[in-house]
């Protein structure tokens, strides 16, 4: 590739370059045969877009509103760990990218900056993710998030075990020092077998945590909750029922399970049986503004954005993510012009056709 990237696939060019492999395959992989992860991908290009010409487009605006916070565009930076593997500065770089565009921050717990220093460090407003883990962990953790002016609560669901990224076992892959567990557990997780993450996560979380226990995060926080994992129908019926403030549709990258659909194709059974009464997110496979549209038309109120912002950050730091979400944000703003749709209300299920709805055409 000559010059500057163009396009969010050209920033994952670069950071192949710039990274150490063992790094590039931990941020880019998936889980086992990455079925998963392919599909996340080729699902959204099935979609066509139905596009509506003749609009007045001469002002687009792409700003929503996510649990009463105003954003510049449905975009919220997904939270992934380690970003000091990507750049020395890790999620304080990321986060000050998010802050820039003025795009919500997801910060995991397994980062490799402290909640403290990211949150000292920008003006983003910032969810705090964190997994099923035991609780004196987690009560720690909301402890922190509440003092720390986080904004949400981002539950992940998916994960009581960790899935099994076969690069990172064959490379041994090590885990950087996940600097929020400081005094909470005794040791730094080693293992003399394939990756030591996999040690990180029997040592942390609680796999006996369940749908009931959702209550118990509630009684200790007053933040909203949004669980992050959702492929069903039947599970987003019982995420309301728990009291969740918003639903996050995601196979986490497909870094989980694999064989799980592609989210996007799952995205509108989940807003079927959510009815309006939550907000619904969704992330996967994110790498256009065609793809934001999409998910947005299918009924997801924002989009999560994973790999992108790993891959702008590793490229160029705080800049690189900056780059990436622009990059996203003006491709949708262009799409949303070619469309014919002026806000993101006006993006509607009429506006894409899926496979299925293409099959029906033909017969
Ligand atoms: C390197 C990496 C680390 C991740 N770490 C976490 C994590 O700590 N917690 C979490 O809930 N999701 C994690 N995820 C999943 C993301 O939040 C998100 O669901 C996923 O990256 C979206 O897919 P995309 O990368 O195609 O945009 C991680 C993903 C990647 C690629
Ligand atoms: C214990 C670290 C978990 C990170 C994670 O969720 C992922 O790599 O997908």
């Not at 931990?26 to 003749?54: C, H, M, V």
């Amino acid at each position: 590739m000559a010059g500057e990237p163009v396009n969010v696939n050209e920033f994952e060019e670069l950071a192949r370059k710039v990274l150490p492999k063992i790094y590039y395959d931990f941020f880019s992989g998936g889980a086992e045969d990455q079925y998963t992860l392919k599909e996340n991908i080729e699902a959204f290009r099935r979609i066509t877009i139905r596009p509506r010409i003749l609009v007045d487009v001469s002002k687009i605006d792409m700003s929503t509103i996510i649990l009463g916070h105003r954003t510049s565009a449905p975009i919220i930076v997904a939270p992934t760990s380690s970003h000091q593997l990507a750049h020395p500065e890790g999620e304080v770089a990321t986060a000050r990218g998010a802050a820039a565009c003025n795009v919500i921050m997801g910060v995991a717990f397994t980062s490799t900056c402290t909640m403290e220093e990211v949150a000292s460090s920008c003006k983003a407003v910032r969810f705090i993710q964190t997994f099923a883990f035991k609780r004196e962990i987690t009560a720690n953790m909301v402890q922190r998030a509440e003092r720390n002016g986080f904004r949400a609560i981002i539950l992940t669901a998916d994960t009581p075990r960790l899935g099994r990224k076969e690069a990172d076992i064959k490379n041994k892959m090590i885990a950087p020092p996940f600097k929020n567990f400081e005094g909470l557990i005794s040791t730094e997780a080693v293992s003399d077998k394939g990756s030591n993450v996999e040690a990180y996560a029997a040592e942390t979380l609680d796999p006996s945590f369940c749908w009931k226990d959702i209550a118990w995060l509630k009684s200790i926080t007053k933040l909203p909750i949004l669980i992050k994992g959702v492929l069903t129908g039947e599970d987003a019926t019982k995420a309301i029922e728990a009291g969740v403030a918003g639903i996050i549709v995601s196979n986490h990258g497909a870094r989980q399970l694999d064989y799980t659909p592609a989210t996007i194709s799952v995205l509108e059974e989940v807003v079927h049986a959510v009815q309006g009464k939550v907000p619904v997110l969704f992330d996967g496979g994110i790498r256009r503004g065609t793809d934001i549209f999409k998910a947005l038309a299918l009924g997801a109120k924002a989009v999560l954005i994973g790999r992108p912002v790993i891959y702008g950050l590793a490229a160029k730091g705080e800049t690189g993510v900056k780059q990436v979400i622009d990059m996203l944000k003006n491709e949708l703003e262009q799409t949303m012009a070619l469309a014919g749709c002026c806000t993101v209300d006006d993006i509607t299920r009429s506006h894409v056709n899926t496979e299925t709805e293409r099959f029906l055409c033909r017969m």
